[in-house]
């Protein structure tokens, strides 16, 4: 396996940090908002995007034990190595390129 994991795993470990500062952001600023409908559309944008930010940050802490368990960069359904550049472009990456296009199709 050509996957420098430690390298990935500070990848992981600063995107995770960077989500984290980001999260707690929109948790403050969502707190301050008043209760008129333009207030309300920006919450519901900002529980949107929080929404996506906590998956986010699951993949990402999933990733970061699958480096411990040895077990990163295979994919979670057929086992079979994950390419690089997919991990590369994404390193909380789950599934091979057949696998994920699979999913996307469904
Ligand atoms: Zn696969």
């Known amino acids: 396996m050509d996957i420098e ?35 309300v559309a920006a919450i519901s944008r900002m529980n949107a995007l929080r929404e996506r930010q906590l998956t986010r940050g699951r993949k990402l802490g999933a990733a970061l034990a699958r ?6 960069g295979l994919c979670c359904q057929c086992e079979a190595e994950v390419d690089a550049s997919l991990l590369e472009e994404d390193p909380a990456a789950v599934f091979c390129a057949s696998c ?3 999913r996307d199709a469904r």
């Open 67 to 72: 480096i411990d368990a040895g077990t990163y």
């Open 5 to 39: 994991t430690g390298r990935m795993q500070e990848r992981i470990s600063l995107e995770l940090l960077q989500l984290n500062a980001a999260t707690a952001e929109s948790a403050l600023s969502s707190g301050a908002a008043g209760l008129d409908p333009a207030s």
């Open 100 to 102: 994920s296009a699979e």
